[in-house]
């Protein structure tokens, strides 16, 4: 009798901080990151949005192979209509840009490497 209302007691427990980590975890923004690899599974570069207002795209060529990488940032407004294209490759350092990210609609991250094949990633985010 004690052992089945012991195993309640942590059920419920269990149950009730999951609940308090849910709810915490999905009303919180957080950053969004976007990462590509080439056909080894060697990463080439990444993008990334940094959540703080204003947003900051971030993107980042990993690579030393002289081609580079460039990130574009779509919205959902029915067709995806571009907000932005930045490029990194070549020089030292990441490059960035800043959009303002309102909407509570869906956008879209695409980075893709420079070099021959067209590779490319893509994630999406909501605000």
């Given at each position: ?5 012991v195993a309640?007691?942590f059920a419920?427990?269990?149950a009730a901080?999951g609940l308090v ?9 957080g ?5 590509l ?5 060697h ?5 990334a949005?940094l959540?703080?207002d204003?947003?900051t795209f971030k993107i980042c ?6 081609y580079?990488?460039?990130?574009r940032l ?5 067709p ?8 990194d490759g070549?020089?030292a ?8 990210i ?5 956008y879209?991250m695409?980075i893709?490497?420079n070099?021959p ?7 999406t985010?909501?605000?």
């Amino acid at each position: 009798m004690l052992r089945r209302r012991v195993a309640r007691a942590f059920a419920v427990s269990c149950a009730a901080v999951g609940l308090v980590i849910g709810v915490t975890g999905s009303a919180a923004a957080g950053d969004t990151y976007n990462i590509l690899s080439d056909i080894d599974g060697h990463q080439v570069g990444y993008m990334a949005h940094l959540d703080p207002d204003p947003d900051t795209f971030k993107i980042c060529d990993t690579q030393k192979d002289g081609y580079g990488v460039t990130g574009r940032l779509y919205i959902d407004q029915g067709p995806w209509a571009l907000m932005g294209t930045v490029d990194d490759g070549g020089d030292a350092g990441c490059d960035y840009m800043k959009r303002e990210i309102t909407h509570p609609w869906t956008y879209k991250m695409v980075i893709c490497w420079n070099g021959p094949g067209n590779i490319c990633h893509t994630t999406t985010f909501k605000e």
